[in-house]
């Protein structure tokens, strides 16, 4: 089993930052972490993903603004959002993926834009 644990979120104003942090353990080796987003109504959307050895690919709407990073030595992804709109509004969660193919989700973390 894997546990995923996200943190960082709250409330920011437009064009303000911050930082999500999704810590990964168990005994299984994740390869991909990725991190999601739903707002009310919506679907879970991707936002960026990173693999193992720091490949990085990102959703049109946050290219630019977001970036993910990935500390392996201390099993955390993290999630750098800067320039943050209202639009960005959501429930983040990360999903991790192992070798294998399975995945397992955190429990979110709720970031709200507003000023």
Do not use: H
């Amino acid at each position: 089993q894997v546990q995923l644990v996200e943190s960082g979120g709250g409330l920011v104003q437009p064009g303000g930052s911050l930082r999500l942090s999704c810590v990964a353990s168990g005994r299984f080796s994740i390869s991909v972490i990725g991190w999601y987003r739903q707002a009310p109504g919506k679907e879970r959307d991707l936002v960026a993903a990173i693999s193992r050895g720091g490949i990085a690919n990102y959703a049109d709407s946050v290219k630019g603004r977001f970036t993910i990073s990935r500390d392996n030595a201390k099993n955390t992804v993290y999630l750098q959002m800067n320039s943050v709109r209202p639009e960005d509004t959501a429930v983040y969660y990360c999903k991790g993926s192992t070798a294998r193919g399975y995945e397992y989700w955190g429990q979110g973390t709720q970031v709200t834009v507003s000023s």
